[in-house]
């Protein structure tokens, strides 16, 4: 099922949305615990809202503002008290027709915020470290990359 920006929380795994890409930036490497990694960000958003949504490994910098995409088996995490996006590498992005979509000045400014408990980390981050989950299930670090 896909969501709209407005209705996304902390947490949540397979995510699906259309979206336009309000901005953009060229991509750039960071240094994680796991080494060396390619991000770039981008605001993006629908009728009900407007989100960051970082793009790490092969989705950094491969969009482009003014784009309508979509973006499937994304995640969202927690920062600040606000919900943010995530692409990794099982994320699918691809461009959409704009026939019906809002423009950019169409797009409400509010964005998604997290409950009051979330506000410092968000998908099991406890003081800036993450904790794995277990019981079979997928499990992907802040980079997009399976643990």
Do not use: C
């Amino acid at each position: 099922m896909e969501e709209k920006i407005g209705n996304l929380k902390p947490n949540m795994e397979n995510v699906s949305v259309t979206v336009r890409v309000l901005e953009a930036s060229d991509s750039r490497q960071i240094q994680t615990k796991n080494g060396l990694r390619t991000i770039s960000e981008a605001i993006v958003g629908d009728e009900t809202g407007r989100v960051k949504l970082t793009l790490w490994g092969k989705h950094a910098g491969s969009i482009k503002e003014g784009q309508v995409i979509k973006i499937e088996n994304a995640w969202t995490t927690a920062f600040k008290g606000q919900v943010q996006l995530n692409a990794g590498s099982k994320t699918k992005i691809s461009e959409v027709s704009e026939d019906g979509f809002p423009d950019s000045s169409q797009i409400p400014e509010t964005t998604p915020t997290a409950p009051q408990q979330m506000r410092g980390g968000g998908r099991g981050y406890k003081g800036g470290r993450r904790y794995g989950r277990r019981g079979g299930r997928r499990q992907e670090s802040e980079e997009g990359e399976e643990e």
